[in-house]
């Protein structure tokens, strides 16, 4: 909280001291009083909540479908170098790029908004998911094979809880480029969600109203970031005792 109150405060300080037009930089009163116009507020919640619904369905999507893809590529050696260089130069294709033609192929509803999100949030998981599992100890993997364990239970029981706590990580990275997919793919097709608010705020010489969508933005963004923190903590309080214990 004092962090949030300087940067408020030293961001009106800003705009007084240096006498700044609202028109190109407005202060943080002057996004108050844009929320302030006839149905602006239920108009901000409706293009927050498409953004949001967009960025989870995406979100979920990625990180379901990276940890099976992940888990292909740490178990079978031929198909990680057969698929890795196929998924990195994917990853390497400009996703502003790919949009409008997202929009060509799939049209103007929710799902080209939802595979740009899942193709920005895929990679971090995969990699992510992949360093976990190759790093179980070679003396957890002598014990469960002295054990007779199948891999199945390899799996199940040793090698997906030491990867967790690095899921959580292409997680943690994972969140804040959902957002930024869903806010890309919305402003190349600005019919819906904070992004194409942005758009249509921007063109009518609304600064400040665009910068209330920014602000909702990065409250989003920090807000399911921090979810993701507390169900870490939630399900992986070992996690921190052996990160202690490392160190």
């Known amino acids: 909280m004092l962090g949030i109150s300087a940067a408020l405060g030293l961001w009106w300080l800003a705009t007084a001291l240096f006498d700044l037009d609202p028109l190109f930089v407005p202060g943080p009163l002057d996004l108050v009083e844009a929320t302030r116009g006839p149905g602006r507020g239920q108009y901000l919640v409706d293009r927050t909540w498409e953004t949001v619904q967009v960025t989870l369905i995406g979100f979920t999507i990625a990180m379901l479908g990276g940890f099976v893809i992940a888990a292909l590529l740490a178990t079978f050696s031929s198909v990680e170098r057969a698929t890795m260089p196929v998924l990195v130069a994917l990853n390497a294709v400009p996703k502003v790029g790919l949009a409008p033609l997202l929009v060509v192929w799939l049209g103007f509803d929710i799902e080209p908004k939802v595979v740009l999100v899942v193709l920005i949030c895929f990679f971090p ?103 993701v923190v507390v169900v870490e903590r939630l399900t992986l309080p070992w996690a921190r005792a052996i990160t202690a214990q490392r160190m």
């Not at 360093?131 to 993997?141: C, I, K, M």
């Not at 690095?166 to 969140?175: D, H, M, P, W």
């Open 125 to 227: 998981m995969v990699v992510a998911t992949m360093s976990g599992l190759a790093s179980t100890p070679s003396e957890l993997g002598e014990l469960t094979a002295s054990l007779s364990a199948s891999r199945w239970q390899t799996y199940i029981k040793v090698r997906v809880p030491w990867a967790l706590p690095q899921i959580f990580v292409g997680l943690k990275l994972s969140v804040p480029l959902a957002v930024i997919g869903a806010v890309v793919a919305e402003t190349n097709n600005p019919n819906s969600g904070l992004g194409s608010a942005i758009v249509k705020a921007s063109a009518q010489f609304e600064t400040a109203l665009a910068f209330v969508c920014l602000v909702l933005l990065s409250v989003l963004s920090s807000g399911l970031f921090y979810l």
